[in-house]
């Protein structure tokens, strides 16, 4: 039987709750339309009690956004095991995963926020692209990385990210589907900088050694050999 006594909340708590309960809010509407009185009460506090553990909106929504930033940080870690092409795909189907979860908030945190956003926006997705960038260097085992590989690197995590605000439209690529295709975009953007570079060559070469047929990069040798005119493909046989 329930007394209707509610449990007294600590500090700490209180705030992982109220966080909590912004960051789902955000993640359905965008914040600008998400208002103090709907926090608190999604929470079951009164609006005061609110501003009690945060300055105002503005603090509790980058406090929910710092949360989404850890979170999708973590989407990018991934045992070192395995080929590199299953090991990507695993990481963009938790990345895609986020996204779909996220809505709003996942378009806000990318895009800098809404109106009641300040720089630190900025510095927290910053943060986790360059999470993703040092993660994706520790797979491929490169510490110094030449110029074009980085361009690769970073321009596939915009990539990605472009990809997803777009998917999340309408969402009419199946998400499975489109996790493994961003794991092609890699791969192909690595072929074209590794035909003008030779230590890019060099890493896919070493990456490739490892990669089985019927992985996501040997996929995508046969879907793009499909693509080739039959005289095309009789002449290279």
Known sequence: MTTGVRRRMGVEERRRQLIGVALDLFSHRPPDAVSIDEIAAAAGISRPLVYHYFPGKLGLYEAALQRAADDLVERFTEPHQGPLGARLLRVMN???EFADSHGAGFSALLRGGPTVGTATTHVLIDSVRQAGYEQILSHLEVEQPPMRLELVI???ISLAEST???WLADRGIPRGELARQLVHDFAALSAVSA???????GVLRRVLADEPGDGPFGELVTRLAALLPATAAADSA
């Open 94 to 96: 938790r990345f895609l």
């Open 195 to 201: 035909a003008y570079d030779e230590e890019v060559a």
């Open 164 to 166: 997803a605000l777009i």
């Open 154 to 156: 970073r321009s596939w």
